[in-house]
């Protein structure tokens, strides 16, 4: 099977559900499904935390980072995480768990490599997309960082699949972009439950169209991209700003503007970042 036939059959097993996950995953996703009830408080939240350890301790660093610890008093315990973060930031650091997951039964070290760089990129644009959202485009910034975490996860699905079909991510970057990306993404997106409205903005992503200065979730989502310092492994995107233009992306916001605001953010950004490296 040639890579474009292997990309088609992939995508096509996606759109009709038929996905291959780590066991972990399905309990990842209960948990997720769990959060997302209008019904989930506080108190059920924290001991659906409590049950997963290393869930426990990334709320507590999360909450202790500088995007999230205004007040600077440190917490201790996953109760206060939930209080100072809330379920909407929870629901982010389970679909980073997931998405980590998905790549975790990779084996081949080449695609090992390009899962960890694309999980680099990912945590970037992350934490850009949250900050940006709440400093830029004053978007929902839990929304945004929902959608920066989940950006890629067809490429992690296709790197957990790639080693079934040697040499399919050798060729050139536009045939995994025309031929697999939005198909697979689309399918991982719905046995994820992903929202709508974050599905759309990664459709923007994919697409390539974006306003500036940004207004929408999807532009948001753009532009965290373009400025993040480690690009994706796997291709790059139709139109996409190169690093080195991305640095001059400049325009007005309010009565500053984005480099002022990117400098200002840095800590929050940077912090971020290193909880979603955890």
Not at 190 to 216: D, F
Request: with cysteine; glycine share 6%; proline share 5%.
């Amino acid at each position: 099977m040639d890579r474009l036939a292997a990309f088609q059959h992939i995508a096509a097993q996606a759109s009709r559900g038929e996905l291959t996950f780590p066991s972990n995953v399905s309990a990842s996703i209960k948990l997720q499904q769990a959060l997302n009830d209008p019904d989930c408080h506080s108190e059920a939240a924290v001991k659906l935390i409590q049950a997963d350890p290393l869930l426990s301790a990334r709320a507590v660093a999360i909450a202790n980072s500088v995007a999230y610890n205004r007040s600077g008093n440190e917490i201790t315990n996953v109760r206060s995480a939930v209080q100072r973060l809330g379920v909407r930031t929870l629901q982010s650091l389970v679909a980073a768990l997931i998405v980590r997951q998905i790549g975790s039964q990779i084996s081949d070290p080449v695609l090992q490599a390009k899962a960890s760089a694309l999980w680099q990129h990912t945590a970037h644009v992350a934490a850009l997309a949250q900050v940006i959202a709440r400093r830029v485009t004053r978007v929902d910034p839990d929304t945004a960082l929902f959608a920066g975490i989940v950006h890629e996860v067809a490429g992690f699905y296709m790197l957990s699949q790639a080693g079934a079909y040697p040499g399919i991510m050798d060729g050139e970057p536009e045939d995994w972009v025309e031929h697999g990306e939005v198909a697979i993404g689309r399918g991982v997106f719905a046995k994820l439950v992903i929202p709508e409205a974050v599905q759309a903005s990664v459709e923007a992503l994919w697409h390539g169209m974006r306003a500036l200065p940004p207004e929408t979730l999807g532009d948001t989502l753009l532009l965290a991209n373009d400025l993040a310092p480690i690009p994706s492994p796997l291709h790059e995107r139709p139109g996409a700003t190169t690093p080195q233009a991305a640095r001059t992306i400049d325009f007005v916001v309010g009565e500053g503007t984005l480099h002022d605001i990117m400098a200002e953010s840095a800590d929050e950004v940077k912090s971020l970042f290193a909880v979603l490296m955890l």
